[in-house]
């Protein structure tokens, strides 16, 4: 963006604000890993940690919101920047979004260490939670170079992580039927696979952003969601519905 | 607020945007009604309607950030009326996000409606719906009346969306115990609890907007939450823990 034109003032105002979204997304990212090691590693020294930290990136989110608007109005900026700065708004609130999720996989984490543990298959949340942080990271790279290639790429994996959580939605299932002792905590955990998979709804969001603001386009609102397991009739399991998406 | 000084050019613009966050709570209070009338009565069509409204929820948020914008960058807003503008902002985004929990439910109910259904205790979802529905109609009410005291008791009412809560998801998890057939609609029924519960959280946030813009102050951050039931080990229903919060 800086080499189209001259460096202005709102440049570098932006840029200012651009890098305390990066600051946030640092942040977002630690809490997931950390959120889900605590979870796999039952450790809830680590899971309380995660939800104190939640508040730096809350107070992070208002910062930004609040410079966002003072540069508004000091620079009273072209339709065009006025894009960009409303985009950081945006952004900050997708990843704000993320750190709840996040959060919310430690407070269950708690909770889970004081069940019985169940034999589930671990592995798979764990490399779900892995693509969603490459994801996250991916995307704000590409934010800060405005590359759509990456974006568009960033939306077509979180397909992915929406088979990831049809799988394991009806795992816990299984779960569930074979031992009513496991239903409460694998409530807990279809939860977490939830949270996971609305954090690559939101990082998908923010792609969606970097999209529109280098090509004026919204990105297809009609993109292939995966999302399809929530409309079937799982206790069965073998039958056939039209793929149709259940995300908000 | 426009009876404490002689009405601005901003005081203008800051009430023509509040009337479409009036128009946007109205069009999100349809969303609720019809999205619970459609899972009540098992009426597909309802649904559909539901979903398709979404849509004018969305981009009415949309035009509300934008003509926010378009006022910050024309009025060049003091400390005050800056916060006053931002909270436009913000309270868009929480009824986006609640016609986006109506939507879930209406999405919900496509698919409940093709499932054997279950003997639960759809009075109790509705009593929900109903109390969350009258919360977000005077939290708009004393947004923009500025009146602390009715959002200070919405604060207060969604402790009883919070156990509402509460008792839907132990009675889900017993019906679940009992008879694994029920597990998967009781899983998508659990949902449309969460939803509605997490409707009231929003609306919460939009009474503590309304809190700060009067007062200055953050309501306080700890307030007592009435969520503590997935805190609890179910399966046996009789443990007594710590109350603590699993919202996000």
């Given at each position: 963006m800086?080499?189209?034109?001259?460096?202005?003032?709102?440049?570098?105002?932006?840029?200012?604000i651009?890098?305390?979204?990066?600051?946030?997304?640092?942040?977002?990212?630690?809490?997931?890993?950390?959120?889900?090691?605590?979870?796999?590693?039952?450790?809830?020294?680590?899971?309380?940690?995660?939800?104190?930290?939640?508040?730096r990136?809350?107070?992070?989110?208002?910062?930004i919101?609040?410079?966002?608007?003072?540069?508004i109005?000091?620079?009273?900026?072209?339709?065009?920047?006025?894009?960009?700065?409303l985009?950081?708004?945006?952004?900050?609130?997708?990843?704000?979004?993320?750190?709840?999720?996040?959060k919310?996989?430690?407070?269950?984490?708690?909770?889970?260490?004081?069940?019985?543990?169940?034999?589930?298959?671990?592995?798979?949340?764990?490399?779900?939670?892995?693509?969603?942080?490459?994801?996250?990271?991916?995307?704000?790279?590409?934010y800060v170079q405005?590359d759509?290639?990456?974006?568009?790429?960033?939306?077509?994996?979180?397909?992915?992580?929406?088979q990831?959580?049809?799988?394991?939605?009806?795992?816990?299932?299984?779960?569930?039927?074979?031992?009513?002792?496991?239903?409460?905590?694998?409530?807990?955990?279809?939860?977490?696979?939830?949270?996971?998979?609305?954090?690559?709804?939101?990082?998908t969001?923010?792609?969606?952003?970097?999209?529109y603001?280098?090509?004026g386009?919204?990105?297809?609102?009609?993109?292939?969601?995966?999302?399809?397991?929530?409309?079937?009739?799982?206790?069965?399991?073998?039958?056939?519905?039209?793929?149709?998406s259940?995300?908000?």
């Amino acid at each position: 963006m800086t080499d189209q034109h001259i460096q202005s003032a709102f440049d570098r105002d932006l840029e200012e604000i651009q890098a305390d979204i990066m600051k946030m997304g640092g942040l977002v990212e630690d809490a997931i890993r950390k959120g889900v090691e605590s979870l796999l590693t039952r450790n809830e020294e680590i899971a309380e940690e995660v939800r104190k930290n939640d508040a730096r990136i809350d107070s992070l989110a208002e910062q930004i919101n609040e410079s966002a608007a003072r540069v508004i109005a000091l620079r009273a900026p072209t339709a065009v920047d006025l894009r960009l700065i409303l985009s950081v708004i945006k952004i900050s609130n997708n990843l704000e979004r993320i750190g709840d999720y996040a959060k919310n996989i430690a407070k269950r984490t708690t909770v889970l260490a004081h069940m019985r543990p169940i034999d589930e298959n671990i592995g798979a949340l764990r490399r779900m939670a892995s693509l969603v942080q490459s994801m996250l990271k991916d995307a704000l790279d590409s934010y800060v170079q405005r590359d759509v290639e990456i974006s568009e790429n960033i939306i077509a994996v979180d397909q992915d992580v929406d088979q990831m959580y049809n799988s394991l939605f009806r795992e816990y299932l299984t779960f569930m039927m074979e031992d009513p002792r496991n239903i409460s905590a694998c409530m807990h955990l279809h939860f977490i696979a939830k949270n996971l998979e609305r954090m690559g709804d939101h990082i998908t969001s923010i792609s969606e952003q970097v999209v529109y603001l280098v090509t004026g386009e919204r990105p297809d609102e009609n993109r292939p969601k995966a999302d399809t397991i929530s409309l079937e009739n799982h206790p069965q399991l073998n039958e056939t519905s039209p793929p149709k998406s259940l995300g908000t």
